[in-house]
């Protein structure tokens, strides 16, 4: 059972074994606006929990994609590089952006934690 | 405006809301704080809104806007001496683009000025601008008889902008211009006093997205009405964020970026609109490159490595599909042509000097 969580860069975390999935929130994906752009970490590079590994940028504002754990980029998902309106028609499914290979998990917001961060 | 996601407004008090922020709040738009107004940003997609209005008709709420009725036997020798540029030689039912100088000649603010009578104006300037224009139009009236209304509160504005925009207002059964005018009597630049059922309403054929439109100004309390009559007839909701994309496509300025404070007119490529005419050391440039990845606003231009300049506003074209930018460099970099290069976070993204606008409208009506 893959469990989900997410950060106060706005990206959830699908983790699944020693694999972590991760993508913007829906919350980030409307925030931003239209993506047009989406650069991604190479696939086996090194990334550290908490810097920039990335970026998604919109017609109107880039964001920042960062690693929220340790570990080495096993997957990219290039179908959102080549159409990255995918992180605006569906950004917690179809349009992950990439997937990390980890050893441990660091603190994390739950679900309802994120969604009250949201509103505050 | 904003070049980070900050998805938490920084603002620490409420902006205040449009006269027609249920209607926005209902269609669900997204909102965004901008000048001290809660402003629609976009309702759907700010690609498709930006679309819409260069092949449809787009519907902009610009009720954040500054206005201010200037009247009185001296109303034109007052906005000659305030403003840059004659006011007493726009013919009434015309307006011309201006800027409000400060004495060292630094921009104030950009604005425009329609002419309703022989001693009737109406002065149109930027929200973040508001109390600065008040302020020095009340500070520069002395001496001069006239009368000088700040109409922000009670006006609201809607835009109707696109090829489809004459045709969206004339299936608005609620206007009715006086006789003999019609809409297409009003020329760019043109303005008409009219009436939307009993309420007057200013038909202005001006706009800020390089396509054709009209500006509808009236009191706050009939626009909820009329937005919905535009929708009606076949306008299509678009926030802010189009806004920006369509304007610097149209190589329009925006106040805060190409235009400033430190900012003289001559720089901005502007030296017509007011006598001052030293040439600067530094020129408003188009810029256009290659690929996705966009030069934004703040971000340094590069020759052969060095910086010469900094982008003002940037974005990857909607309408061309290559990034975009207006920027200040040196003047030596400035010809058309000139291979140059934007430093976007650390990468150098070749880009080249290029004529202003970037886009424009077929030549029609």
């Known amino acids: 059972m893959t469990e989900v969580h997410y950060t106060k860069d706005h990206e959830w975390i699908a983790v699944d074994g020693d694999i972590a999935t991760v993508g913007i929130t829906a919350y980030a994906a409307e925030k931003l606006g239209d993506v047009v752009y989406v650069d991604l970490p190479a696939l086996g590079a090194t990334v550290a929990a908490g810097r920039v590994v990335g970026e998604i940028e919109s017609t109107k504002s880039v964001g920042e994609l960062f690693a929220p754990v340790d570990g080495e980029v096993v997957e990219r998902n290039e179908a959102v590089v080549a159409d990255p309106a995918m992180v605006n028609g569906d950004p917690m499914g179809g349009a992950w952006l990439i997937k990390v290979r980890f050893t441990e998990l660091p603190a994390l917001l739950t679900a309802a934690e994120y969604e009250e961060l949201t509103q505050g | ?365």
């Open chain 2, 1 to 365: 405006m904003e070049n980070s996601v900050s998805p938490v407004p920084a603002s620490n008090r409420d902006p205040r809301p449009s006269p027609l922020d249920a209607v926005h709040v209902a269609a669900g738009a997204s909102f965004t704080d901008f000048a001290g107004w809660k402003m629609p940003v976009r309702y759907g997609s700010d690609l498709a809104e930006h679309e819409t209005v260069r092949t449809g008709a787009g519907l902009f709420d610009l009720s954040h806007m500054a206005e201010f009725l200037v009247g009185g036997t001296h109303a034109a020798a007052f906005l000659d001496a305030a403003l840059a540029g004659r006011a007493s030689a726009i013919a009434v039912g015309r307006a011309k683009y201006s800027l409000l100088l400060a004495e060292d000649g630094g921009i104030l603010d950009d604005l425009v000025v329609y002419r309703l009578g022989d001693q009737r104006f109406w002065v149109v300037a930027n929200a973040a601008n508001h109390d600065v224009v008040a302020a020095t139009l009340a500070e520069r009236r002395t001496d001069f008889d006239v009368t000088l209304d700040d109409e922000t509160e009670r006006s609201a504005l809607c835009a109707v902008q696109g090829p489809r925009a004459r045709e969206v207002l004339s299936r608005l059964p609620g206007l009715v211009l006086p006789e003999p005018r019609t809409l297409d009597g009003i020329p760019y630049y043109g303005i008409a006093e009219a009436t939307y059922g009993e309420t007057p309403v200013l038909v202005a054929r001006t706009g800020y997205t390089g396509e054709d439109g009209f500006e509808l100004y009236l009191d706050a309390s009939a626009a909820p009405a009329l937005w919905a009559d535009l929708v009606a007839a076949g306008a299509v909701p678009c926030g802010l964020a189009a806004r920006d994309t369509l304007r610097l496509e149209a190589g329009m300025p925006l106040y805060g970026h190409e235009l400033t404070r430190a900012t003289r007119p001559v720089e901005a490529g502007l030296g017509r609109i007011s006598d001052l005419a030293t040439p600067g050391a530094r020129v408003l440039v188009g810029l256009a490159a290659e690929g996705k990845r966009a030069g934004r606003a703040g971000y340094a231009v590069l020759r052969d490595g060095a910086v010469i300049g900094e982008v003002t506003s940037g974005a990857l074209s909607p309408t061309l599909g290559i990034p975009i930018a207006m920027a200040y460099v040196d003047a030596d970099a400035s010809a058309v042509g000139t291979e140059l290069a934007l430093d976007v976070r650390g990468t150098a993204i070749p880009a080249r000097v290029v004529t202003l606008p970037f886009y424009s409208r077929k030549a029609v009506s």
